[in-house]
């Protein structure tokens, strides 16, 4: 990439200007600065009617007085003369221009010589001439139009002359939140044993509050215990012309109906903390606008996406987006409808938690970090080459890896990001979670992933029998379940011996006693490694045995590589011919660890023939799984067969990991780059290169969906794929770190901080 980022730039309202398309345009900007950061440089043209002083963050590049012609010219030569800028977007709101129907913006768009894309706001159906003209000019200038919802979509094809390949639908976005209880944030709050009803945004007559207060008295006589927050300050422009004139006619209808107990304004402008808290508490969301033509709402979708169960008058956006398992749709300002749909979901809590659950599902497709993704797959297009198209990598957080650790070990499952005890804990689920927390010490030297490492080796010893052999499943009472007796164990006990390789491969920033006890654990479960059937197992004991090897050579441990690897090349030959060139006669699951343990076998017993074989195996896989840029590993649905093409969706972050794992010691091996950038485009899928685009990482939580669907991710959050991400994103933070000139340290042990006694690990 060129050291100068192409730009573009953002036509809109901005904060500190309180509106909805200031909030909506500073929430996008961010999201697109997050994720796409090392592509594009955002940039703002902020909108203002007169010479207006604003203390604006510096992403504004540009201050626009709308009123002045002169500052409108100035504006579009600076911009037109800035070889950097690759495009332009417009939020398009029609007050935000002067003229009718904010005509003057046609004028800045006539000077505009670079690519125009323009988000509506609103589209009004039935449009007069005038209006038709002004809005079908904006359409010509624009290369695509954005509207947020498929209503507005249909009412541009119908009521103006627009090519349906120029109509681009992105939601609007909202935030994403972690699932939370209620009852905790009442509590913060002040509001425990308390029903609450809600609604927010910036005051004003078109809310129509007063249809809510007016249902309270019905609401009360069947839930004494609702309390309605009223959040948001006014309106700043009803408030230059009016004062607060409509607020205090809303607190004069509050006490002629006497409701002041269950009523409370909250009259300030809430952090945005502070505002999903408020809305996670809530138990039915009230939305009253009395607006017609409202075509998106901004407070109504994050609502929705904070998992709130909405009752909400019919406007587009409410029509499109709720169903009788989200919500209820009732007329414009009728009390009575209001009242009787909200007393009815008051009265059935497993139905408003059954609304909440599908609420969030619902709305994750709407998150930032996604709308972010179809944004700069617009922008793209304006690069000189898509090669220059970029994620940027969020922070690193072993927060959620830490919250599915108990005293014993990782939790196996997660329901949504809350961790589920009754899911017990697995050998696999430990094993990849040591191997990880060492590769985050390896890099940062945090002396708390010691102490992450101990529980997780302490949990493997836990799990390895007398003859050797490790069981696989711990019940959340530290018991052996009865799983173990009837379930092939085979590739977990061959993790369980990757996980201790690994362990004994990173000697020097790891405690002596810690790589003492892995060493003899190996050395209990030498006389089983030889006698493996699983392709996968073997592979697994390769790779455990090939990092032993790194600091202690062992012949025996020489001789079981050289049989198990060889025992993997007959295999290939038995199955490949033709043009499958496989281990087997199908590809399933961690398919890219058998081409790694051929290479890394071959570099220990220095066989040409076997990484020969690595590579056409690898480069054989390669050919099934990437296709168009992406990534698409074999689903679990169904098994990839000869002569077959591969099952559609049913994505796993395992199969992604352990595919990012080999492509790196290929490229570590080979020197060839090819496998570096498959491996990037890999990792990508994490953030939202998929079939979907959508991201599979929550950077909120920490943790990582468990899988990718036709039409949906899986939003639970458990230790596979948690752990499995961050040996990923840990992969690539070493290649930027190299980039940077900024090699991994590896410290003598006596330098690393932590004192001894944090370390000393019982072991039955």
């Known amino acids: 990439m060129n050291q100068q980022k192409k730009k573009i730039v953002f036509f809109t309202s901005y904060p500190p200007r309180e509106c909805g398309i200031a909030t909506f345009s500073l929430d996008l900007i961010s999201a697109l600065s997050r994720q796409f950061g090392e592509t594009f440089q955002i940039e703002v043209c902020a909108l203002d009617n007169g010479k207006v002083e604003r203390n604006y963050p510096e992403e504004v590049s540009y201050q626009l007085d709308v009123t002045d012609p002169e500052d409108v010219e100035d504006v579009a030569n600076d911009i037109n003369e800035d070889g950097y800028i690759v495009g332009v977007c417009f939020q398009h709101e029609f007050g935000l221009f002067i003229g009718k129907y904010g005509q003057s913006l046609l004028d800045l768009l006539g000077q505009l010589k670079k690519p125009i894309y323009t988000t509506f706001h609103t589209v009004l159906p039935s449009p007069n001439k005038e209006l038709k003209k002004v809005v079908e000019k904006i359409i010509s200038k624009s290369q695509k139009v954005v509207v947020m919802t498929k209503n507005a979509s249909n009412v541009l094809g119908k009521f103006y002359r627009i090519s349906k390949k120029k109509v681009v639908v992105i939601p609007h976005g909202t935030h994403l939140v972690n699932w939370k209880k209620p009852e905790s944030l ?29 249902a309270l008295p019905d609401i009360i006589a069947s839930h004494p215990s609702v309390k309605f927050l009223v959040l948001g300050k006014t309106h700043p422009e009803l408030v230059k ?25 909250i009259n300030k402008y809430l952090s945005l903390d502070e505002l999903l808290e408020y809305l996670q508490m809530t138990d039915v969301y009230l939305f009253t606008s009395k607006d017609p033509n409202q075509a998106v709402s901004g407070t109504f979708a994050y609502a ?44 059935s809590h497993n139905k408003r938690v059954e609304m909440s659950l599908n609420a969030f599902h619902k709305t994750r497709i709407t998150v930032w970090e996604n709308v972010a993704i179809q944004y700069a797959d617009l922008f793209k297009k304006c690069l000189p080459s898509e090669d220059q198209f970029e994620y940027s990598y969020p922070n690193i957080s072993l927060q959620h890896l830490k919250r599915m650790t108990t005293d014993e070990g990782i939790l196996q499952f997660s329901s949504l990001g809350i961790p589920d005890l009754s899911s017990g804990f697995t050998l696999d689920d430990n094993a990849r979670a040591m191997i990880g927390t060492i590769m985050h010490y390896s890099q940062f030297q945090n002396p708390e992933d010691l102490i992450l490492i101990e529980k997780y080796f302490t949990f493997i010893k836990y799990c390895q029998k007398p003859n050797g052999r490790f069981n696989n499943y711990v019940d959340i009472y530290g018991e052996f379940h009865k799983q173990n007796h009837y379930t092939n164990l085979e590739d977990s006990n061959g993790r369980a011996v990757w996980a201790l390789g690994y362990l004994v491969a990173n000697h020097k920033v790891l405690p002596h006693d810690l790589v003492t006890k892995a060493i003899i654990a190996l050395s209990q479960a030498a006389d089983w490694m030889i006698r493996v059937k699983s392709p996968r197992s073997m592979a697994f004991v390769i790779k455990g045995l090939y990092y032993h090897h ?4 062992n012949q025996t441990f020489t001789e079981i590589v050289e049989s198990l690897s060889n025992r993997l090349i007959q295999h290939y030959q038995d199955q490949s011919h033709d043009d499958w060139y496989w281990f087997e006669g199908y590809l399933t699951y961690a398919n890219s660890v058998l081409p ?4 890394l076998s071959s570099e220990l017993i220095k066989n040409d023939h076997k990484k020969a074989v690595a590579i056409k195996s690898l480069d054989f896989l390669i050919s099934k799984i990437f296709k168009k840029g992406k990534i698409k590993v074999i689903s679990n649905r169904g098994w990839m067969h000869k002569g077959e093409e591969n099952t559609h969706y049913g994505e796993q972050p395992i199969d992604v990991a352990y595919t990012i794992l080999a492509l790196d010691n290929f490229y570590r091996i080979s020197g060839d780059k090819k496998y570096k950038d498959y491996l990037k485009t890999a990792f990508e899928w994490f953030l939202g290169n998929n079939h979907l685009n959508q991201i599979i990482y929550n950077p909120i939580s920490g943790g990582c969906y468990d899988g990718l669907e036709e039409d949906h991710p899986n939003l639970n959050e458990g230790a596979e794929s948690t752990v499995c991400y961050l040996m990923s994103r840990l992969i690539m933070e070493s290649y930027k770190r190299k980039a940077a000139d900024r090699p991994v340290r590896y410290l003598p042990f006596k330098n690393h901080g932590v004192k001894q006694k944090l370390l000393t690990i019982k072991v039955s």
């Open 186 to 214: 009442k509590e913060k709050y002040d509001l425990s044993g308390h029903l609450i009803l809600s609604t927010f945004g910036l005051l004003g007559p078109n809310k129509s509050i007063e249809t809510t207060l007016k």
């Open 304 to 347: 929705l996406s904070c998992a709130c169960p909405i009752v909400s008058t019919p406007i587009p956006h409410a029509l499109e987006m709720l169903d009788e398992n989200v919500g209820r749709i009732i007329d414009f300002e009728d009390h009575t409808q209001l009242a009787n749909e909200t007393n009815e979901l008051l009265s």
């Open 241 to 265: 012309r009016d004062g607060e004139t409509y607020r205090s006619k809303l607190k004069r209808l509050v006490k002629k109906l006497g409701i002041e107990e269950h009523v409370l304004f």
């Open 596 to 599: 790694e343990a051929l290479m």
């Open 550 to 553: 790194q600091y202690l050579k």
